[in-house]
Structure formats: structure tokens, C-alpha cells
């Protein structure tokens, strides 16, 4: 890539390669979808954020939003839609194309399950949220972990401790709250686990506003970023 290319894209060149580098597993990095051009006809295609670009800041900036949601995010569905011709699972929704394809993993999976876990990350987060939640959840999450502070804990620690590029999840398994971490593209759904919330820790999720702070960014998201009605519906 060139120094005119990469001025182009607005970004100096270690922005770029950054994000470049961490767009997706086995992706050449794609062109920029405009977000006005996110539809959500199909299980398959990309859902309009659920708030403006610029409603996390400053926690998330737009500037971030446009290149993970309408770069990343959206280059994740449109090789979904590529790849999906000749596997077997023509028809099938998202979630059940995820779990169909986890034991094989390779492109359609690792695009698969990176289109779901971005989906749901955005419905995780609204503008004014985090703190701690209430009701049926905040006693499923005591009854788990011992009370909220000792979860936050549990969940910071494991997201932040997700060696590369991952995420950090609080799921239902088995009647009770569990936190794991995975990596790449994996996901709970692969293992048989509800997820109830998510954070991305992919590098593209949060250099462009903290850098290599990640704690910084997971501890913004809990104060400020949760959205804990969307959580508590994800609970059986």
C-alpha cells in the first residue's frame, strides 16, 4: 500500500496497518461500507447500528464506529454472503450457520460467527449505560459470582487477559453465569453456552481512542457502555 493510498483512507500509516492488520481472519482488507447502507432484509445481512455513529463518544468515537462498523463488521457479512453458495447451509439463519460450521471452522465460520458476535456487541452497549444492573439479572449475577464488583472483576480481568485478538463474554451455561474469554472469531454459541453480554477485544475495537490501553476501554464500557435491558432479555 502506498503513502497516497493510505492518505486516502484519512488515517496516518500506522492507523492503517493497524487496522489493516487485525480486519479479519485470512481478509484482505476490504473497502469502506457506508453505514446508510447497512440493511437488514435477511437474518443475513447487516443490521443498522441501534444509535447514531457519534452517541458512544467518548467512550467509542465515530471515527472508530465508522471503520469497525462499516469496515470490519461489514466486510465479515459480505463474505459470509460469498462463501455460503456450495456449503450446504444455503437458508439457514446466521446463528444456525455458526453452530453448523463451528466443528470445521476455516472462512465461513471464522466470517460467520464474527458477523454474530458484531451484531451482538452493538446491542450490548447504548449511549448513558453501564453502572450496575438490577432485578432477576443483578440477583442471577450475585448468586453466580458473590455479588457485581466481584463479576467486574472476573469479566475485566478475563477480557483484558485474552491473549490477542478475542473476546470477553458473561454466558448461561448450565443454569448458572459463567465469564470466558475466546479468541478470534470464536464464540459461545460454538460451545453450547447462551451469550447474556459481550466485549470486543480486537485490536480495531479500541486502538484508534486508547491505544494499547485495553483496560482503559474495558473499564469505560462497564461504566458507561452496558446496555444491562438488553443483558437481562438474553437471561432464560
Not at 483512507?9 to 481472519?25: P, S
Not at 451455561?173 to 454459541?189: I, S
Not at 475495537?205 to 461504566?223: E, G, K, P, T
Request: aromatic content about 12%; proline content about 4%.
Amino acid at each position: 500500500m502506498n503513502d497516497a493510498k493510505v492518505e486516502a483512507t484519512g488515517l496516518n500509516r500506522r492507523e492503517f496497518l493497524t487496522l489493516a492488520g487485525v480486519a479479519g481472519v485470512g481478509l484482505a482488507v476490504p473497502t469502506l461500507f457506508p453505514l446508510a447502507d447497512a440493511m437488514a432484509a435477511t437474518g443475513l445481512d447487516q443490521a443498522p447500528l441501534p444509535y447514531d455513529k457519534a452517541a458512544l463518544e467518548p467512550v467509542i468515537s465515530a471515527r472508530t464506529l465508522e471503520f469497525h462498523y462499516g469496515k470490519h463488521h461489514a466486510a465479515y457479512v459480505a463474505n459470509v454472503k460469498k462463501l455460503l453458495p456450495g456449503s450446504g447451509l444455503e437458508g439457514k439463519s446466521l446463528e444456525e450457520i455458526v453452530k453448523a460450521s463451528a466443528a470445521k471452522g476455516g472462512g465461513l465460520f471464522n466470517n460467520a460467527a464474527q458477523s454474530w458476535n458484531h451484531a451482538f456487541y452493538w446491542k450490548c452497549m447504548k449511549p448513558g449505560g453501564g453502572g450496575a444492573p438490577t432485578g432477576k439479572l443483578a440477583a442471577a449475577i450475585s448468586a453466580s459470582f458473590g455479588g457485581f464488583d466481584a463479576f467486574r472483576k472476573a469479566f475485566v480481568g478475563a477480557a483484558a487477559g485474552q491473549f490477542g485478538s478475542g473476546w470477553g463474554w458473561l454466558v448461561e451455561e448450565g443454569g448458572k453465569l459463567k465469564v470466558m474469554a475466546t479468541a478470534n472469531a470464536d464464540t459461545p454459541l460454538a460451545h453450547g453456552a447462551t451469550p447474556l453480554l459481550v466485549v470486543d477485544v480486537w485490536e480495531h475495537a479500541y486502538y484508534l481512542d486508547y491505544q494499547n490501553r485495553r483496560a482503559d476501554y474495558l473499564n469505560a464500557f462497564m461504566d458507561k457502555l452496558v446496555n444491562w435491558d438488553f443483558v437481562a432479555a438474553n437471561l432464560k
